[in-house]
């Protein structure tokens, strides 16, 4: 007989652990299952930057995101990296707002050619792999089970009713299912008759060994969210013809409290878990990172890194119940700005769960 729980949560990133905890602080017994470890995916491996600019639907839950981080790095006694004061961030191009006296002064190593920046005040430095398992600590504290390293293969279904899941353990009921896979989330639901209209965009970042030098603040292009807003999804035709799009670049150039330095990053619509074009994007990160700084040319390269963001169609998240399934939860579609949104998503998408409403704007039935 398949064991019972309230709510199984699938994926281990920002997003099912976050809602995992929230549940599992109101009451409600919960699992959630990993197929591989914690944050092991884009959740793990990205820039690590509470950063706006937000669309009008995300504002709240951004700035409840500073506020439950903050608490959250209170609680566990620090044991994430977070920047308690805003570090901000230089975005550069766009409408220029700085003169060219005071860019210089917020950062002397700006290179020759950055003359027109405004300033982000409220970005904010964390370590994204470490908050997720600080938040998992609590979840467990709370009676969640959190499992790593199984997958879930099939959703259990009796009609129209989800059930719970099949996972490589065997079989698990509950009362709802909440998908948070990241961009595997469409697979998950395959067999529901709902597409999740969210894919994988692949990004390579570039970390450094500590530098000499220290930046002020951190630096983004500002045609972010133009760049995101560009990108195709390659059909057969495309793959046919070999005319997949190369990667777009944002240059966001970071430093830790170390020193070391964190470059991004590529945009490209990947259909793939293989890391495809490293050389290519990684090559345009360094070259558009040493644009903007140029005394990064001589600093060493630690490590290269890359990951899939979940990137929906309108760029907004999908929260709430699956069109024709009930007991169908979606908890994905975070694009590039899953960490700066995902703690209060989770909190959001458990309100939504334990029946205290969704918001509209944000529901996956927007797709239909
Ligand atoms: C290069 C790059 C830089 C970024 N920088 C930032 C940044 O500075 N600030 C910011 O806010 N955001 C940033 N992001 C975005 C952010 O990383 C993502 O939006 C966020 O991590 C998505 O979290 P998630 O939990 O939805 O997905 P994921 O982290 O992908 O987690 C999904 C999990 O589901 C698991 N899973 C999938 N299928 C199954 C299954 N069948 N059974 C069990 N488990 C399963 C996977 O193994 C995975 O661990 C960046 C992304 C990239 C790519």
Redesign the pocket.
């Known amino acids: 007989m398949a064991r019972t729980v309230d709510v199984v949560v699938?994926?281990?990133?920002?997003?099912?652990v976050a809602t995992a905890r929230f549940l599992a602080e109101a009451g409600v017994s919960v699992e959630l299952?990993?197929?591989?470890g914690?944050?092991?995916?884009?959740?793990?491996?990205?820039?690590?930057?509470?950063?706006g600019p937000h669309p009008p639907e995300m504002t709240a839950i951004a700035a409840r995101g500073v506020t439950l981080y903050r608490d959250l790095h209170e609680r566990c006694d620090g044991a994430f990296f977070l920047d308690r004061e805003p570090h901000g961030c230089l975005m550069v191009g766009g409408e220029a707002v700085l003169s060219a006296q005071e860019l210089a002064e917020r950062e002397p190593l700006l290179g020759p050619d950055i003359t027109a920046a405004s300033f982000e005040p409220d970005a904010r430095r964390i370590d994204?792999g470490a908050a997720v398992a600080a938040m998992a600590a609590e979840a467990r504290t709370y009676g969640a089970t959190i499992r790593t390293g199984?997958?879930?293969?099939e959703l259990l279904r009796r009609g129209e009713t989800v059930t719970g899941v099949l996972t490589d353990d065997g079989p698990l009921s509950a009362a709802s299912v909440v998908v948070?896979?990241?961009?595997?989330s469409w697979?998950?639901c395959r067999n529901t008759g709902f597409d999740v209209a969210v894919r994988g965009?692949?990004?390579?970042?570039v970390v450094t060994r500590p530098a000499p030098f220290r930046l002020r603040h951190a630096i983004e292009d500002a045609s972010w969210a133009a760049t995101k807003k560009g990108l195709t999804t390659p059909t057969v035709g495309d793959f046919a013809a070999g005319t997949l799009t190369p990667p777009a670049i944002a240059g966001l150039v970071q430093q830790d409290s170390a020193g070391r330095l964190l470059l991004?990053?590529s945009l490209q619509s990947s259909s793939t878990d293989h890391a495809e074009n490293q050389r290519e994007a990684v090559a345009a990160v360094c070259r558009r990172a040493a644009e903007l700084v140029p005394a990064l040319r001589a600093v060493p390269v630690a490590e290269l890194r890359?990951?899939?963001?979940?990137l929906s169609a309108d760029g907004l998240p999908l929260h709430g119940p699956v069109p024709g399934s009930s007991g169908l939860i979606l908890?994905?579609g975070?694009?590039?700005?899953?960490?700066?949104?995902?703690v209060g998503s989770g909190e959001a998408v458990a309100a939504g769960v334990l029946g205290q409403g969704w918001d509209r704007a944000l529901l996956p039935d927007r797709y239909l």
């Open positions: 699938v994926g281990g990133g920002i997003i099912g299952i990993e197929r591989d914690l944050a092991s995916h884009a959740s793990g491996r990205n820039q690590g930057l509470l950063i994204p199984v997958s879930v293969r948070a896979a990241g961009p595997w697979q998950v965009v692949r990004g390579w970042l991004g990053a890359t990951c899939r963001r979940p908890a994905t975070h694009g590039s700005q899953g960490i700066t949104w995902g």
